[in-house]
């Protein structure tokens, strides 16, 4: 199983921005398919930030994620205990998590219910506080030079 995840996840890393798609869904039709999910796997190329949509929808609806970190990641995501996290470009780990959440339901749950302290008042201040530095030195694109 792990090689052909393995492959999967190497094909999909150079695929189009845009795959091919079975046409629009409503919002909830699009929740409803997401929560039906064991779990979401999102390797971004830049790594998981709190502006990827699909991630955010995933979570908030209690869908254990794994995911990339990467140059846009935020540090919250490293302490947030709410996603299982790999390096950008690392298939094999990738696979290592989905594997182990698969095989393990409670393991899941744990996501699930780390979900709701990711969105506390707390967190959102710490995030905000994390992030405000990374916006004034240009992120997501940092001056040159």
Same mark, same amino acid.
């Given at each position: ?20 798609? $079975? ?6 039709? /699009?929740?409803?398919?997401? =929560?039906?999910?064991?779990? %979401?796997?999102?390797?971004? @190329? ?6 990827r ?33 790999s ?5 094999? $780990?990738l ?5 182990? /959440?698969?095989?393990?339901? =409670?393991?899941?749950?744990? %996501?699930?219910?780390?979900? @709701?302290?990711?969105?506390d ?19 997501p ?5």
């Open positions: 199983m792990k090689s052909s995840l393995v492959s999967i996840l190497i094909a999909s890393a150079s695929a189009p921005a845009s795959p091919p798609s $079975s046409g629009p869904l409503s919002e909830s039709e /699009l929740a409803a398919d997401l =929560a039906a999910c064991d779990l %979401l796997l999102q390797p971004y @190329p830049d790594g998981i930030s709190s502006r949509t699909t991630a955010m929808a995933g979570l908030r609806l209690g869908v254990p994620v794994v995911t990339t970190t990467g140059a846009l990641t935020e540090p919250f995501w490293e302490t947030s205990g709410a996603v299982r996290l390096p950008v470009g690392d298939a094999n $780990s696979v290592e998590h989905v594997e182990h /959440l698969l095989r393990h339901p =409670a393991e899941r749950t744990r %996501l699930r219910l780390a979900v @709701p302290a990711t969105y008042e707390e967190s959102m201040t710490r995030l905000a506080t994390e992030v405000r530095p990374m916006l004034e030195r240009g992120w694109n940092p001056p040159k030079g």
